[in-house]
Each structure stands twice: as C-alpha cells, then as structure tokens.
C-alpha cells in the first residue's frame, strides 16, 4: 500500500479548485487511476465539478493509474504489507488488445495502447511496451462470424484490423499449425507491456503532478457522516479526504464492507495460470505476434525469446471465498493435473514446443465480476466513495482508459462516453452473497473464451428474484432469461417442441424460437396475451403537502400536474437534458405517485431520486418493487377479459389511453390497472399485490380461454415494441441521449411553469438542432433463413459513410423484415466534425446495415413502419369492401 510515515493527520485544505485547474486535476487523476480504481457519475450540476483538496485512493494491486486529484491534492495508499505493483499487476500478461465485444471496452483499450506508447518517453522509465499485433484464430463457422462481427465494429472506431487467410496466418507466425482453422484475424497495433513496469511509470508520472504516494499502510476502515466520505482511518493516522477511490481489485469485496457504511462491490477471485519457458532454439522475435486461440481457451504471446502462454479452462478453481485474502500474494502452488487441458491445447497448436524447456507454471489471482465487465462508479449509498476494480484478467488493456473514463467522472461530474454497462450502480446487494459470486464466476471466467452468441443467458445464480407465478409459468413451458436477478420469460415452449434442442440452439442465424415468438406475436395482435413483467423497478413517491409534486416536477421532464388516476411518459433527465432514467408516473392522489421504470434501474433510480429530493419528514420515497406482481396483458381481447373479472367499463369513453384506477379483479381488491402495455399495442397492465397473484392470473387464464388467451415472453414483446419504435432504456437510450435527439419532445413539457433539470440543455437543442437523430430501419434485401440476423451493435452507413451502430433489432412479424433501431450521425467528410441532423438529412440518404462484413440495403424512416403498414392495410381493406358492394 501507500501508505504513511508515523501517526499523522493530514488536513483537508481548500474547499476546491477553479475551473483553470481542471485540466491539470484531469491528467493528474488520469495518471493515478490507471494504476488503481475509480469513479462518479453524473449529476444535475452543470459545471465540471472541482475536487477538493484530498484525494484518497487506494491500491491493493495496480495496475491502471494515470490521474489524480490536484496537484498536491491527491494522496494514493497501498494497503496492509504491499508494496506498489506488489498484487495481481505483477504476474499480469500484459496483453494490451483491443479485441474485445464491448464498444466500450474497445475504445479502453485503444486509449490505454496509446497512453503505454508514449510512457516511456514521458518519464524515461521503460515499461517494456512492444507494438507486436495480434492474430485470434477461429477452428469454427461460428467463431469466425463472432470475429467478422467484431472486425466490422473495430473498423469504425479507426482501430485497424483485418479478416486474414490461414496463408497469411503462417506467413505472420510460421509456428502455428493452422491445421483445424478456418480464418483469422488480425489487429496490428495490439501491443505486450511489463505490467509492473507500466505501474511504476504511471506512479512516477502522477507523482510528478503532486501525487503523494505512501508505501505499506493498512486502511481500517473508511469514515462516512451523512452519507458522505470525510475520511479513512490507517494504521499509522488519519487522512481526511472527501473522495475515496476503491482500487483494491481482489481485495475491493473486503475493503467495501470494512466501511462504517458498507458498500458492496461484487467481485471474486479465482486462480489463474500460465506458463513460461526457456527460448526457442531461434528466439522469438520481439515483435512475434500474439496469438488468441479462444476455440482452444489460450492465449500466446513473446517472452524473452520464449513464450508466456496461459487460458481460460472450463473449470476453474475460486479462491478466498472465505476472504482470508494474503496481504502479498506470492506465487500460488503449481497444479499441472489442472493446467494440463490448456497444455494440450497449447501443444496441438504449436507442436514445435514438445521439446521446448518450461520454465515454470505461474499460478496467481485474478478477480472476475459477475457480468464479465469491470465494476466502474460512485457508490449509490456513500458519496464520494468510487470504485475502478474486477478487470477479468484484462487490467493491462482497460487501465489507461478506465482510469481517464473515472477522472473525467470525478473532476467533471461525467465522463465523455455512456459507462453504464461498466457502473456499479448495474448492481444491487443481491449479487454480493459470497456463495452466489463463487459459482458465478466459475461460469464467468470459461465465458472470456467462449463464443458470444446472442441473447445468451447466465445458468448460475438463478432463481434469486423471482415472482408468485414462477412455478406456474415453468410448468407451462416458460424458457427463462434474468435481469437485474429477476426471472422473466423468454417464451413458452409448446408441448409438441423439443425443450432439449431448444435449451441448446445458439446461433447468429434465425433461432430455433422463432415460430414460437411468431405465435406469441400474432395471439398479441389478434386476441389477447399476458405476460408477466413483475421484474419492473417499482416507487411510490408521497408527501403530505404538494412537496411531492414540487420535487418531481422538478427532477422530471415532463408535466406532472395532471388529474388523478392520468398516467405520463417522462423521464428523469442530467443537466444535459440525458435520459438518467425512463419512466411512467401515475398520479394516485394528489400527494402520491406511482413510478415504474427499467428493471436494472432500481438502483440508479433510487439513488438518483434520494440524492434529489430534500431530507425532511413530510417526503417519503419506497421501493415497491416487491409488493406488486405486474402482469402485461395485451391484445384486441383484453378489453373483454378484463371487463369480465372487473364489471366495471373498460371502454375508452371510460377508460381512456393512460388512465390508472383502482379496481377489483376476480375477487382481488386494490388492482392497480393501467391502460398501457408499453409496446404500443392495446391492453392493461395489471399491478397486483402479490398475496392477489397466483389468483388474478388464475382467473385471467380461465376467463380468457374463449378469448384465445395465451402466454408470451419478453421477446414478443420486444419484436412488437420495436416494430411500433418505442426505444427502451439501457438499450436505445442512455445519459447522453436527450428526448430531442429519439424523437420524444412530446414527453417534455418547457412551458409547464417551473424550471427542471436538463431544460436550458433542452432550449438549446432545440435552437440549434441535434447531432444525432434516434431512426428506424427497415432490412430490404435480407433472408430472414439463409442471411445472418442483426442483434444489436452493427455499422450503419448513409451513402457509403458511416453515420452510427444500430442500439437494438427484431423480427417484425407484422413487415415480414428486420427493423433495428439506431442513431444517426452527421460527420463532415474531411475533418470527423459532427453536424446538425436534419429531416431532410435522414430522408436522403441510401443506408446499409453492416452484419459481419456485408452489407444489407435498409430503408430509414423517422415514424413507425408498422403505422404505414396498417394505413395500407386499412385502405386495401376498404378498395375491397367498394369492389364487393358493386
């Protein structure tokens, strides 16, 4: 650790620093954590926010930091008996690719290359960095799309890389036996560092801006009043800070519950193993390529004329569960019976190494999440307490990158890209159990080499949230996927379907399910389904005056103020008018409200609204996400259904369009029934207090058979919100998408009387225009049978340029063709600068889906496709009737 020299007490200093000094806070902050670990995220000030004069970070293991507080403002501690670079970082590869799956991750781990290439000469400490490229290797159909895939999105972040021949394989790495491979790619600026190095100069270069450094220091406990950081109690004194940042990798699990107020960072670590030996009889050249064979779970790269090759085995072996974690990790014991299937697999694909001395088998710990991506962010229960920790054997890579993705965090209350899919706050409590983190990551860790098909679902760990109807429903043959820890179906395989075959079809092609869907879909559109949906992260916010309605309409974008029992679409929005979260209100009273949002909101969402809303005794937020089953029901059909069960008038003279009541359902009081059923199809979503489950479903299921009524899942639903262009959270829309930019100016009030946060952002945009434009896209010379499916993620390109990636896709059963969703860009030609998109801009242009290589003409439109559609249908309907009347 860094620690201190005797008992001291170190002062706060100034309150801050001004905005002049914010770039040099930033490259301090960079420098720092890119050794270490951090983050924040953003708030409804709108200026960068100043640090304040003492800056806490602690580094158990580094081996990211390049940024730190203030000059002289930031003091970095590695803790208990470590010495800098003394953790996981010094048995680290030091692989630095930027192949991975993850935009996000992918522009990380550019950053991070080019930030080791120029460290040398920046603080003339050689880090061992060697641009050698890198080459992945496909034995599979299935590996090689994955990597096309990957190839095509490499391409337009301006990373080079290239699909290759197996000649040109051999050509580039002689040793390689290219036997049982079908492609290749290559990626020729990856690059091999000395992780140990790369921490010293970082830690040089942030101690050049003021970073105080101290060895060998063992943090207690942090100290937390009000819900606020105020400083940490070592060994050898106090240090008083504001900000604290939890970059203690395997050891951030133990340090997070050592707080005065716990914070759960949930992370595990298992062991991790590769070999070393002697050099060839010709050495390796410095700049031999590194070799990923992800079908044979190893990686190869150059060591000392030799090679370092280790991988990522089905079984792997979790370690300190019972967090007796060693304070200096030594070299754990060899296990050859272990690393043996890697061996072979080494062997099979570099058979020249048979007689190759071997050095010695390293054995150390690596942390591994439970999602496969690190753990970024602001804790949701402490302020000021960050966290950069759970790399997944990737540290070397995602260093430099999340390091400066934190320190823009901190020093201006945001960073430049959406890091949602890396935010703590993704997580709750409920993925801390230590039992649940040791068998996840038992699955986690094989996952890094496997093939990363879509709609693939984690097997471990499940069953952990799940609603009153989960054993009905599995009987009836609900395939299950997880959210948030919730169940929520897929589908329901009928009985005729083989389940077997079904549990097992992962493709890029048209899925084994889609007849299934197809059913599901059309019973939708013609009669009436249900589909349960309890996952939705549910508040009741309430008050006993109108503080209630003050406060929200302020945090929401959209008019509150409305008659009891009426519904709004609205959304939380950041101070540049971003999506923090999208949401449906109901007015139950005057003095209380009823908010649903996104499942894998309901930690955001709360910690966004209790660090909004004034601490007083007349506020009251709750979390009622567990008091109320939410069941869908959708169709033509529901009306019928419903009024059966309710004896009450449903129609829309009575019931209108976003309309809430209180109702009986069966024998069920108290069923809050909605008139929306968030895809744009007619229905009711039913919330139901969960004692009133199994009973409402019962009789829902019995009333509707003459209906036709049916089951549906979540893809259903997902082919009918997508058709009929409702963006979703998380998926099409994020902090940095504002309702001008997705087409939702209808679910923004700017005249409603008061000022809310993100409005002036709003006002502007709506001056100058935006650069980005939310569209739809219609697949016009696609084989749904034969051709590969889009998913999410791919190229979109205007006229032969590219213009943005697609944020979600479905079959539309209704078209008959693929939609994806996306946004587009305006990039001038010659400088990248982005222009205003227009209307007319999106209306011109010929567009193309990129799907691993190839492209598919795509129609674009800015309204519904499915409204033309039925407008078409509607007026052939009625040429018709005219043709048979006369």
């Known amino acids: 650790m860094w620690g201190l020299s005797g008992t001291q007490t170190i002062p706060r200093g100034g309150a801050g620093r001004r905005r002049d000094d914010t770039r040099t806070a930033l490259a301090a902050l960079r420098r720092t954590l890119a050794e270490g670990a951090v983050k924040r995220g953003r708030s409804g000030a709108r200026a960068p926010c100043p640090l304040p004069r003492r800056l806490l970070l602690i580094l158990p293991h580094c081996s990211h930091r390049r940024s730190s507080a203030t000059t002289s403002a930031c003091c970095s501690v590695c803790g208990g008996a470590l010495r800098l670079a003394a953790g996981s970082t010094r048995f680290c590869a030091g692989i630095v690719s930027s192949a991975r799956h993850l935009s996000l991750e992918q522009k990380m781990a550019d950053y991070s290359n080019k930030l080791y290439q120029q460290l040398e000469q920046e603080t003339g400490i050689q880090t061992g960095y060697i641009r050698t490229g890198s080459i992945l290797l496909a034995q599979t159909q299935d ?22 021949s197996l000649k040109r394989v051999s050509e580039l790495y002689p040793l390689i036996s290219i036997h049982d491979l079908v492609g290749a790619m290559h ?33 207690m406990h942090v100290m937390v009043k009000k819900g606020r950081v105020t400083g940490v109690e070592t060994d050898k004194g106090s240090i008083e800070c504001q900000y604290f940042v939890n970059c203690a990798g395997q050891w ?9 107020e716990p914070v759960n960072i949930p992370l595990h670590a298992c062991e991790h193993f590769y070999l070393l ?8 050249q ?4 590194t070799v990923m064979d992800a079908d044979g779970r190893i990686y190869i790269r150059n060591w000392q004329g030799g090679i370092l090759s280790g991988g990522f085995e089905k079984n792997p072996k979790p370690i300190f569960t019972e967090g007796k974690n060693q304070l200096e990790v030594q070299n754990l014991h060899e296990d050859w019976d272990h690393f043996e299937p890697l061996l072979s697999s080494l062997l099979r694909r570099m058979p020249a190494l048979e007689a190759l001395e071997i050095l010695k088998l390293v054995n150390c710990p690596e942390s591994f999440t439970p999602d496969m991506r690190c753990i970024m962010g602001e804790s949701p229960t402490v302020q000021g307490y960050f966290v950069l920790a759970g790399m997944n054997s990737a540290g070397a890579s995602f260093a430099g990158g999340a390091g400066k993705y934190l320190a823009e965090w901190m020093v201006q209350g945001y960073p430049s890209e959406n890091v949602w899919e890396l935010d703590l706050k993704r997580f709750g409590v409920l993925q801390s159990s230590r039992t649940f983190l040791r068998h ?9 080499a496997d093939i990363k098909v879509p709609r693939w679902d984690f097997q471990t760990g499940r069953q952990l949230r799940t609603s009153p109807l989960y054993d009905r429903l599995d009987a009836q043959g609900a395939r299950w996927m997880e959210k948030h820890g919730f169940e929520r179906p897929k589908y329901f395989v009928p009985p005729e379907k083989d389940l077997l075959a079904l549990e097992h079809s992962k493709t890029f092609y048209k899925p084994d399910w889609f007849d299934i869907v197809e059913a599901e879909v059309k019973c939708c559109k013609e009669a009436v389904c249900v589909i349960d949906m309890s996952s939705f992260a549910k508040f009741e916010i309430s008050s006993t005056g109108n503080e209630a309605l003050e406060v929200l309409q302020y945090l929401f974008s959209n008019d509150l103020d409305v008659p009891v029992g009426h519904i709004v679409h609205t959304g939380m929005l950041n101070a540049d008018g971003g999506y923090e979260n999208d949401c449906s209100i109901a007015r139950l009273s005057k003095r209380s409200f009823f908010m649903i949002s996104p499942s894998d909101q309901q930690v955001h969402c709360w910690s966004w609204l209790k660090r909004h809303m004034p601490e007083n005794d007349v506020l009251f937020l709750e979390d009622v996400t567990w008091k109320y089953t939410a069941l869908n029901l959708i169709g033509p059909r529901a009306m019928a259904v419903l009024s059966e069960l309710s004896y009450a008038p449903l129609t829309p003279d009575h019931f209108p369009n976003l309309f809430c009541k209180e109702m009986s359902v069966g024998y069920a009081n108290g069923i809050r029934v909605m008139s929306m059923t968030h895809t744009g199809e007619p229905g009711f979503m039913l919330y139901i207090p969960i004692e009133y489950a199994l009973h409402v479903y019962n009789e829902l299921m019995s009333v509707g058979q003459k209906y036709g009524i049916r089951n549906a899942g979540y893809y259903a639903l997902r082919s009918l919100r997508i058709e009929n262009f409702f963006a979703f959270w998380g998926q099409d829309l994020n902090a940095y998408t504002t309702p001008m930019e997705c087409g939702r100016e209808f679910r923004v009030k700017l005249d409603k009387g008061m000022d809310f946060i993100g409005q002036d952002a709003l006002l502007k945009q709506k001056q100058n225009g935006v650069y980005k434009r939310f569209t739809m896209f219609i697949l016009e010379d696609h084989d749904t049978d034969l051709d590969l499916w889009p998913w999410w993620g791919e190229p979109i390109y205007r006229n032969g340029q590219y213009v943005g990636v697609t944020t979600s896709s479905a079959y539309s059963y209704t078209l008959e063709r693929h939609i994806c969703l996306g946004f587009v860009h305006n990039f001038n030609e ?6 205003v998109v227009t209307t007319d801009f999106i209306n011109r242009g010929e567009y193309e889906i ?7 003409q795509a129609k674009a439109k800015l309204y519904p496709f499915v409204s033309l559609y039925a407008y078409k249908r509607r007026k052939d309907e009625i040429e018709m009737s005219d043709v048979h009347g006369k």
Do not use: C, W
């Open 252 to 260: 951030a699990y133990e340090l997070g519950l050592s707080n005065e």
């Open 187 to 219: 990626v020729p600026e990856d690059a091999i560092v000395s992780s140990a190095d790369v921490t010293l100069a970082l830690a040089s270069a942030a101690s050049q801006n003021g970073v105080q450094i101290h060895d060998r220091t063992n943090v």
């Open 286 to 289: 410095s700049s031999t390529p």
């Open 143 to 164: 590996r090689l799309i994955s990597l096309k895939r990957l190839n095509s999105r490499l391409n337009v972040l301006g990373i080079p890389s290239e699909i290759i």
């Open 850 to 856: 990129d799907i691993a290589g190839h492209r598919f």
């Open 830 to 835: 010659e400088t990248g600068e982005q222009l």
């Open 440 to 448: 996840r990551v038992m699955e986690v860790m094989p996952l890094i």
């Open 277 to 284: 030996t002697r050099p060839l009889e010709i050495p390796l």
